[in-house]
T-cell receptor, first 112, second 113 residues
Framework: GEDVEQSLFLSVREGDSSVINCTYT??????LYWYKQEPGAGLQLLTY?????DMKQDQRLTVLLNKKDKHLSLRIADTQTGDSAIYFC????????????FGKGTTLSVSS | GAVVSQHPSWVICKSGTSVKIECRSL??????MFWYRQFPKQSLMLMAT?????????EQGVEKDKFLINHASLTLSTLTVTSAHPEDSSFYIC?????????FGPGTRLLVL
C-alpha cells in the first residue's frame, strides 16, 4: 500500500518493555525514523536507521529493520511514565530532498 | 542536535484576516524546509516543500494562493495563511532538512474564530 502503517494504541505498565511496530511502503527508502510527540508539542527525533542496517541501539531504544518485509520496530526498554506520547514512524523515500512520509502514530500509554 | 524554532507558538485570529508563521533554523542552514499540518489525533500531512530562493512546491489539494510560502534565506521560511477561515484552524509544523534527517519546529497552533 501507499500508507505507512502503525497500530494506533499500545498500553504497558511501568518497567515493562514497549514494542511499537511499523510497516513502510518503499523498499528503496534510505532512512527510517522514529519521532516522539508529547501533547501540544512538536516532533522530537528519537532515533533513525539507515537502510543498510538491521539494528540500532541507543540507550533504552532498539530499532529493528526487516527490509524484506518493510517492517520497522521500536523497542523501549524499562518504559517510564514519561515515555507516554505518540510515536510516529516515518520513511524517507529514495528521492533527494523529499519530505518524510509519516504513519498515523501510535499512542503509548504507560501506567504506574 | 539542530534546532528549529517557530513563531508564534499560538495565534487566535478573526475569520478573514491573514496570519504569518515564521520558521527558523537556529544553528544550521536549511536549503529545504517543509510545512506540515496536523489535525487533532492525526498524522502530519505535508503541505509544501520550500527551497531557498525558489518557489515552493505544493502538495496536491493545497491552495498555493491561500498558503503563501516564502523562503528568503537559508535560515528562514514563512507561511502566510491568507483570509483565514475556521477550517484553517490546525497545528502547523515546519521542519528544516539537515544532512540525514529533518529537524522539526515546536509547531504553531492556529485558531480562527
Amino acid at each position: 500500500g501507499e500508507d505507512v502503517e502503525q497500530s494506533l494504541f499500545l498500553s504497558v505498565r511501568e518497567g515493562d518493555s514497549s514494542v511499537i511496530n511499523c510497516t513502510y511502503t518503499d523498499s528503496s527508502s534510505t532512512y527510517l525514523y522514529w519521532y516522539k510527540q508529547e501533547p501540544g508539542a512538536g516532533l522530537q527525533l528519537l532515533t533513525y536507521i539507515f537502510s543498510n542496517m538491521d539494528m540500532k541501539q541507543d540507550q533504552r531504544l532498539t530499532v529493528l529493520l526487516n527490509k524484506k518485509d518493510k517492517h520497522l520496530s521500536l523497542r523501549i526498554a524499562d518504559t517510564q511514565t514519561g515515555d507516554s506520547a505518540i510515536y510516529f514512524c516515518a520513511e524517507r523515500r529514495n528521492q533527494a530532498g523529499t519530505a518524510l512520509i509519516f504513519g498515523k502514530g501510535t499512542t503509548l500509554s504507560v501506567s504506574s | 542536535g539542530a534546532v528549529v524554532s517557530q513563531h508564534p507558538s499560538w495565534v487566535i485570529c478573526k475569520s478573514g484576516t491573514s496570519v504569518k508563521i515564521e520558521c527558523r533554523s537556529l544553528d544550521f542552514q536549511a536549503t529545504t524546509m517543509f510545512w506540515y499540518r496536523q489535525f487533532p489525533k492525526q498524522s502530519l500531512m505535508l503541505m509544501a516543500t520550500s527551497n531557498e530562493g525558489s518557489k515552493a512546491t505544493y502538495e496536491q489539494g493545497v491552495e498555493k494562493d491561500k498558503f503563501l510560502i516564502n523562503h528568503a534565506s537559508l535560515t528562514l521560511s514563512t507561511l502566510t495563511v491568507t483570509s483565514a477561515h475556521p477550517e484553517d484552524s490546525s497545528f502547523y509544523i515546519c521542519s528544516g532538512l539537515g544532512a540525514e534527517t529533518q529537524y522539526f519546529g515546536p509547531g504553531t497552533r492556529l485558531l480562527v474564530l
